[in-house]
Every structure is written in structure tokens, then in C-alpha cells.
């Protein structure tokens, strides 16, 4: 773990604590962000680190920290934990200082990390999805990746009561909007990627990613377009094949929604095809997307 408040990494389980004091604890004043570690490489570390302090801005919460420096901590912090494959976890909060509502007795903003060991893979069995019916966050709170995720973790538990993997919500014009922790992707019958516009939702970096890659598909002639849009429950409905799009899945076949089949039922063609593009890039992309760690 690292923790600005005690000024370093800290090795010792017992000693990775936060103060009960900090705004993140008892007023939900704080950001985080997520990136993946797979076989010794950070993957797109600059990218979420840029939308963790858009995250941070947003929340009016100024980093102890510049991006470069945030990102060497982050870079230093895997390299002493050795792990090669694993989740690169890390918050921003208002810090600590009082128990009361603003953060004006706050003395400074706080930085947290850790790097958690997980032996993730790339997803490959088809899982069920279910309509949400959780109030989602407002477009403020739901673009910006801050800890209050009680609607998140409502709907998540939702629909494991159900046997679904995840939920998905509905925006408050009734258009598909994300799941509680991962975006919503679709192959129309017409071949063409579909993804909902993320005015509304959390910009997932995974799904830059993926709308990036995708026009390799266009130009072998398997996939016919790639397009965001506002995307109807009918036209949502009516897809040929529909996926989970998230850091360590990264795409997640989806067969079954609201215990109705999506297509023929089965995991999709082109969805493995655009799930094989993201893990390559993955575990064998450009310098761009994958940072090296210096374990020593």
C-alpha cells in the first residue's frame, strides 16, 4: 500500500490503515480509479490516471500530487509488491481532519494505493443480465469514478438475487446507459458495433479502447460499422449479440437478459472476435497502452 499520509509504501498488512477521520470515510468525499497489471506490465495507467483527476476536479479535490508524480508512485508501489498479475487500485480523498461536512478543516488531500494479486483470464462463457431497477446516479455522479456507490453495489446484488452476473440501467429518457461497474456494448444485426453515448455514463476506458480497435474488424469486412449513440431498449433488445465491456474482462458475453435469450442465446462470434483484439492489445500492445514495471 502507499499512503501519502504516512509519506511511503507500507509492507506491513497491519499497518495499511486509513485515518477514521478522513472525508473518504465518513463523507464519501473521494475518487478512485482502477488499472490492470497482466504479465509484468501496467496496461493504459496514463489513461486512468487522467480521468482519475477529471474524477478528482469534479469532486473539487486538488492532488498532492502532479499526474507525472502520481504516476511514479503508482509505477514504484508495483515493482515493490512483485506482483505480475493483479489490480492497481487507488483513491484520492479530501484527507483528514474533522468529522464534519465540508472539507475546510481538512489539512490536505490524501493519496491511497494498493496493488491487489488476481489471477484474472479473458471471459469466455456467456453470463445473464437483468434490467435494474436501482435508481442510477445522476449524469454528475455517474461520470465522475467517486466512492459513493451504494447505487452500484444495490444494483450489482440486485441481480445476483436473480443468478445475473450484473444489472444494466436505464438512463432518465429511457435509453440504455452502463452496469453498476462495467459499459454495455452491442452487435446490431447489421454488424455494426453499438455502444451508448457516455454523456450520462462513466467514460470506461476499456471502452475507448475497444471503439479504437474495432474498426480492424470493418476492415476485414466482419464488422460493417462502429458507432456511439443513443441506443432504445427496443434496439437493445433486438441486438444480435450484447456484452459487458470492463478492465479485467475486458468484453463479457452476455446470452441472457431479463430471462430472455439475446440472439440465438449463445456467446456471439464478432463479440469473442473485438474480446480477442482487446486482450491482445493487452498482453502484447504498443508501448502507448503497456508500461513495464522495473521489478527488481
Same mark, same amino acid.
Given at each position: 500500500?502507499?499512503?501519502?499520509?504516512?509519506?511511503?509504501?507500507?509492507?506491513?498488512?497491519?499497518?495499511?490503515?486509513?485515518?477514521?477521520?478522513?472525508?473518504?470515510?465518513?463523507?464519501?468525499?473521494?475518487?478512485?480509479?482502477?488499472?490492470?497489471?497482466?504479465?509484468?506490465?501496467?496496461?493504459?495507467?496514463?489513461?486512468?490516471?487522467?480521468?482519475?483527476?477529471?474524477?478528482?476536479?469534479?469532486?473539487?479535490?486538488?492532488?498532492?500530487?502532479?499526474?507525472?508524480?502520481?504516476?511514479?508512485?503508482?509505477?514504484?508501489?508495483?515493482?515493490?509488491?512483485?506482483?505480475?498479475?493483479?489490480?492497481?487500485?487507488?483513491?484520492?480523498?479530501?484527507?483528514?481532519?474533522?468529522?464534519?461536512?465540508?472539507?475546510?478543516?481538512?489539512?490536505?488531500?490524501?493519496?491511497?494505493?494498493?496493488?491487489?494479486?488476481?489471477?484474472?483470464?479473458?471471459?469466455?462463457?456467456?453470463?445473464?443480465?437483468?434490467?435494474?431497477?436501482?435508481?442510477?446516479?445522476?449524469?454528475?455522479?455517474?461520470?465522475?469514478?467517486?466512492?459513493?456507490?451504494?447505487?452500484?453495489?444495490?444494483?450489482?446484488?440486485?441481480?445476483?438475487?436473480?443468478?445475473?452476473?450484473?444489472?444494466?440501467?436505464?438512463?432518465?429518457?429511457?435509453?440504455?446507459?452502463?452496469?453498476?461497474?462495467?459499459?454495455?456494448?452491442?452487435?446490431?444485426?447489421?454488424?455494426?458495433?453499438?455502444?451508448?453515448?457516455?454523456?450520462?455514463?462513466?467514460?470506461?476506458?476499456?471502452?475507448?479502447?475497444?471503439?479504437?480497435?474495432?474498426?480492424?474488424?470493418?476492415?476485414?469486412?466482419?464488422?460493417?460499422?462502429?458507432?456511439?449513440?443513443?441506443?432504445?431498449?427496443?434496439?437493445?433488445?433486438?441486438?444480435?449479440?450484447?456484452?459487458? @465491456? /470492463?478492465?479485467?474482462?475486458?468484453? !463479457?458475453?452476455?446470452?441472457? &437478459?431479463? $430471462?430472455?435469450?439475446? *440472439?440465438?442465446?449463445? @456467446? /456471439?462470434?464478432?463479440?469473442?472476435? !473485438?474480446?480477442?483484439?482487446? &486482450?491482445? $492489445?493487452?498482453?502484447? *500492445?504498443?508501448?502507448?497502452?503497456?508500461?513495464?514495471?522495473?521489478?527488481?
Amino acid at each position: 500500500m502507499y499512503s501519502s499520509v504516512f509519506g511511503g509504501i507500507i509492507v506491513d498488512p497491519a499497518m495499511m490503515l486509513i485515518p477514521i477521520d478522513d472525508h473518504m470515510v465518513h463523507r464519501g468525499h473521494g475518487v478512485f480509479d482502477t488499472a490492470i497489471v497482466i504479465d509484468g506490465f501496467i496496461y493504459e495507467l496514463d489513461v486512468h490516471l487522467a480521468r482519475f483527476l477529471r474524477s478528482a476536479s469534479k469532486a473539487r479535490i486538488e492532488s498532492p500530487f502532479s499526474q507525472s508524480t502520481l504516476k511514479s508512485i503508482l509505477i514504484q508501489l508495483t515493482a515493490a509488491s512483485q506482483c505480475r498479475k493483479g489490480t492497481l487500485r487507488y483513491w484520492l480523498s479530501a484527507g483528514p481532519g474533522d468529522f464534519l461536512l465540508s472539507s475546510s478543516g481538512c489539512t490536505s488531500s490524501a493519496f491511497y494505493a494498493v496493488v491487489i494479486d488476481e489471477n484474472f483470464s479473458q471471459c469466455k462463457q456467456g453470463v445473464k443480465a437483468i434490467t435494474s431497477k436501482i435508481p442510477m446516479k445522476s449524469p454528475l455522479f455517474a461520470t465522475t469514478k467517486n466512492v459513493n456507490y451504494l447505487p452500484n453495489v444495490l444494483a450489482k446484488m440486485e441481480a445476483e438475487d436473480k443468478g445475473a452476473f450484473a444489472s444494466v440501467w436505464l438512463d432518465d429518457q429511457g435509453y440504455i446507459a452502463e452496469g453498476p461497474m462495467v459499459n454495455v456494448a452491442f452487435i446490431t444485426h447489421h454488424k455494426e458495433l453499438l455502444l451508448p453515448l457516455f454523456d450520462k455514463i462513466l467514460t470506461g476506458c476499456t471502452a475507448l479502447r475497444l471503439l479504437e480497435l474495432a474498426p480492424k474488424l470493418v476492415e476485414q469486412g466482419r464488422l460493417k460499422g462502429v458507432r456511439a449513440a443513443n441506443v432504445s431498449v427496443e434496439e437493445a433488445k433486438g441486438a444480435a449479440e450484447m456484452m459487458f @465491456v /470492463g478492465s479485467t474482462l475486458p468484453l !463479457l458475453p452476455i446470452i441472457m &437478459w431479463d $430471462d430472455e435469450p439475446v *440472439g440465438d442465446g449463445k @456467446v /456471439g462470434e464478432l463479440t469473442m472476435a !473485438l474480446s480477442d483484439l482487446v &486482450w491482445e $492489445d493487452m498482453v502484447a *500492445g504498443p508501448e502507448t497502452q503497456r508500461l513495464p514495471v522495473p521489478y527488481v
